[in-house]
């Protein structure tokens, strides 16, 4: 699976819309991108994953750049409860397993 | 639907002992991975099971192992434990078709985890 980069952290005002970037400039066409993240001390929960469009459900957006080299997660309004550590992963879907880079922290301020 | 269910959810060893956690996934997913995360190593793939086969394993020695039964649900083992397995233990389940294909929609559920202390 490709690897992916990630700043080590952001915050954002509650209220606002968090943009949470993420490279895979290796990524190959049959690869998804994924979106976890991790509350403290509770299991990752699924947030969103795509291919090639933007894809977009009820806990956040998914903006997939066209060479499909970057992508960026967005929480529309942010709440204190968004606070988490957020992981992106690439994979193919015939592996099974997640790799799971150092995430990104978010930090949702008041 | 219920979730991903771990148990225990906290558990206590010593160097030596064995250990074993259990996890019953969401009805009607018949895939379970387990996933190790430590602070210095973060989230790590321990192994999967489909249909009580096992089908990945990541870089683990052969102390961890684990199964599944007919019912879907896991158990995986530690033996002769090292201060190092001390770690939060997650499972995750998947819904696989019978050629264990993932459907997407579902993707990931993992559950709370078991947190192991090992003294």
């Known amino acids: 699976d490709a690897k992916t980069t990630q700043p080590p952290s952001m915050d954002c005002a509650e209220g606002r819309a968090a943009n949470l970037p993420c490279n895979h400039s290796?990524?190959?066409?049959?690869?998804?991108v994924y979106w976890y993240r991790q509350i403290h001390s509770q299991g990752p929960q699924y947030i969103i994953h795509g291919l090639k469009n933007n894809e977009t459900n009820e806990m956040a957006s998914l903006i997939i750049t066209e060479d499909r080299k970057s992508s960026t997660l967005i929480l529309p309004h942010a709440t204190l409860r968004d606070t988490a550590v957020y992981y992106c992963?690439?994979?193919?879907?015939?592996?099974?397993?997640?790799?799971f880079g150092k995430g990104i922290t978010l930090s949702v301020r008041p | 639907k219920a979730g991903v269910t771990q148990t225990p959810r906290y558990l206590i060893k010593t160097r030596g002992q064995q250990v074993t956690l259990s996890c019953s996934p969401i009805s009607g997913h018949r895939s379970v991975s387990w996933y190790q995360q430590t602070p210095g190593q973060g989230l790590q793939f321990l192994f999967e099971y489909f249909s009580e086969t096992q089908r990945n394993k990541g870089n683990f020695p052969g102390r961890f192992s684990g199964r599944q039964f007919s019912n879907s649900r896991s158990e995986m083992n530690v033996s002769t434990l090292e201060l190092g397995d001390s770690a939060l233990y997650l499972c995750a389940s998947s819904y696989r078709d019978r050629g264990h294909n993932l459907k997407f929609n579902y993707g990931y559920t993992f559950g709370s985890g078991t947190r192991l202390t090992v003294v």
């Open positions: 992963i690439v994979r193919v879907e015939a592996n099974s397993k997640l790799t």
């Open positions: 290796t990524i190959s066409g049959n690869e998804y």
